[in-house]
C-alpha cells in the first residue's frame, strides 16, 4: 500500500495530521534521563515496540527486546517489506537481510537469506554460536537449519501477483517513502542503561538477486556503542552503505552531540555526497546512553514510533526537504 495513503488511513496519523507542530518529540528536548525507552523505523513500529516493551518493562535486556520487538514486522504477512511477505527480488525470490547488535559490542548478520520467517534471530545465533559476524546466502540458511529454524515459503500470494505485475514492465525505480521498502530498524535502552540495536529487511522490491542492501551491514545500517549511542537507517541502502552513516551518527555522539544533531549531521554529510539526493529517501533514528532520541530523514513521511514509561507514540522526523 503506498504509504501516504497508509498514513492518511490509519488512526496513528490522523494523531500526527491533527497534532501539527505539536507532534514533535519534545520528551528528548527536556534533557530528562529516562529508561528503559525503545524506538523504531515506521509505523509499523509501534507494534514491534509493544512487544519490545513487554521485556524491557519488566528490567529485561535491551538485546532480547529488540530481537523480540522486530520479529513482530517479520512474522507479518501483511507487511511488504520485512520478513515474510517481503517483496521479492526480480526472480521472485524472497531474500532477507538482518543484523543484531548487543551492548558489549558483539554483532551477528545474516545476508540474502531465504526461506526463514525470522533473519534476526538467525543473526542473533550468528553472533552467539559461530566465531563469524556474518554469513551469507546458502551458508546462512544451511546454518540456520541446523540451528533448528524451520524452512518456510516467505512468497505470499499477494506478493507474488504483484511482484508479476511489476515483471510486465520490470522497471526499476525505488520510489520515496513508498512501501516497495522500508526496514525494521530498532534501538533500546534497559532499565540497566544497556544499549542494543536490531535491523531486519527484505531489503529493495525487485531488486538484483543476490543485491545486498546497508541493513545487515555493522556502521551501515546499525552500529551500537555502548558507552555513548546507537544509531539505525533505513531507505536507499546504496547510499547509506557508502556513507557507514549509522556509525558515522554513534561517532558524532561520541563527539558530545545529541542524538537528534548526530542524526542531522550524518544525513547532512550524505547529501554533500549524493547529487541526486532529492530523487531518494534516507531516515534515521539515534538514541544516546542517556535514553535521549532523535531522528531526521531527507525527505517528509519518516515515521517513526517510540515507547517509554511516558510515551507510546509515533512521529514524524524532521526532514531536510
Ligand atoms: N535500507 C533498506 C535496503 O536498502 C531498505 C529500506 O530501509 O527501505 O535494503
Not at 115 to 137: C, D, F, Q, W, Y
Not at 240 to 268: T, W
Request: glycine residues 10%; aromatic residues 6%.
Amino acid at each position: 500500500m503506498e504509504r501516504r495513503k497508509f498514513i492518511k488511513n490509519s488512526s496513528i496519523a490522523m494523531g500526527l495530521s491533527t497534532l501539527g507542530l505539536n507532534n514533535l518529540d519534545l520528551s528528548s528536548m527536556n534533557k530528562k534521563t529516562e529508561k528503559p525507552v525503545v524506538i523504531s523505523t515506521w509505523d509499523f513500529g509501534l507494534a514491534a515496540n509493544q512487544d519490545a516493551w513487554k521485556i524491557l518493562s519488566k528490567g529485561g535486556r535491551a538485546l532480547d527486546a529488540v530481537e523480540q520487538g522486530v520479529m513482530v514486522p517479520e512474522a507479518d504477512a501483511s507487511n511488504s517489506s520485512v520478513g515474510l511477505g517481503g517483496a521479492p527480488d526480480r526472480d521472485g525470490r524472497v531474500t532477507l537481510d538482518a543484523c543484531i547488535m548487543d551492548e558489549k559490542g558483539n554483532a551477528g548478520c545474516v545476508t540474502a537469506l531465504e526461506h526463514i520467517v525470522h533473519p534476526i534471530s538467525v543473526a542473533r545465533k550468528v553472533m552467539e554460536n559461530t566465531p563469524h559476524v556474518i554469513l551469507t546466502g546458502e551458508g546462512a540458511l544451511q546454518f540456520a537449519l541446523d540451528q533448528g529454524f524451520k524452512k518456510t515459503d516467505l512468497l505470499t500470494e499477494k506478493s507474488k501477483k504483484e511482484w508479476q505485475k511489476w515483471l510486465e514492465t520490470s522497471d526499476y525505480k525505488p520510489v520515496i517513502n513508498i512501501e516497495n521498502h522500508d526496514t525494521i530498524g530498532m534501538l533500546a535502552i534497559d532499565s540497566n542503561g544497556d544499549l542494543s540495536g536490531a535491523c531486519t529487511t527484505s531489503g529493495l522490491a525487485y531488486k538484483m538477486h543476490g543485491r545486498v542492501g546497508d541493513s545487515p551491514v555493522i556502521g551501515a545500517g546499525l552500529y551500537v556503542d555502548n558507552e555513548y549511542g546507537a544509531a539505525v537507517c533505513t531507505g536507499l541502502g546504496e547510499v547509506v552503505l557508502k556513507n557507514l552513516s549509522s556509525f558515522l551518527a554513534v561517532e558524532l555522539m561520541r563527539n558530545k552531540k545529541s542524538p537528534q544533531k548526530a542524526c542531522e549531521i550524518a544525513i547532512e554529510r550524505l547529501l554533500a555526497k549524493t547529487p541526486n539526493y532529492k530523487d531518494l529517501q534516507v531516515g534515521m533514528i539515534a538514541i544516546n546512553k542517556k535514553g535521549e532520541t532523535g531522528a531526521y530523514a531527507i525527505h517528509p513521511n519518516f515515521t517513526y514510533a517510540k515507547t517509554s514509561n511516558t510515551i507510546n507514540k509515533v512521529f514524524e522526523a524532521a526532514h531536510k526537504i
